[in-house]
């Protein structure tokens, strides 16, 4: 399922149970990806909030689940926004309500796979010197 980063089509996305059948990454790892989706479940966590799947994408294409938390702390503490155009930005798709975060000059790292992830925002350029 190739898609552009910054245009997913709905016809190519499908629904976010070919979405939810993506291989999942292992718990432990820390991954850096272009953008990330954020797709509801459907399943109830044990907190009584439903569980989140976050995606990464890469290079336009949805590459693994990266976790499925029931609660997501967006971690700015890298980030540097030089330009307003090179901010965070959030697209919520239509029907699924699949939300599309991205940006240009952005990188999302996606931590550990807990109960609660932390998705960090960084700069292109500074998540260059993290890999």
């Known amino acids: 399922m190739k898609i552009k980063a910054r245009n ?19 718990g432990n790892d820390v991954t850096f990806y272009s953008s990330i989706l954020i797709v509801p479940s ?7 909030y439903m569980m989140i799947a976050i995606i990464g994408i890469i290079d336009g294409e949805p590459k693994e689940i990266c976790a499925y938390p029931d609660d997501i702390c967006w971690d700015f503490t890298n980030f540097h926004q030089k330009y307003e155009s090179t901010g965070m930005r959030t697209d919520c798709y239509y029907p699924t309500g699949i939300l599309h975060f991205w940006g240009n000059g ?23 010197n993290q890999t």
């Open 8 to 26: 997913i089509s709905i016809r190519e996305l499908k629904n976010r149970r070919e979405l939810l059948k993506l291989p999942e990454r292992k």
């Open 42 to 48: 459907g399943l109830k966590h044990d907190s009584g």
């Open 106 to 128: 952005i990188q999302f790292m996606v931590g550990s796979a807990f109960s609660s992830t932390t998705i960090s925002v960084l700069n292109r350029e500074y998540a260059k």
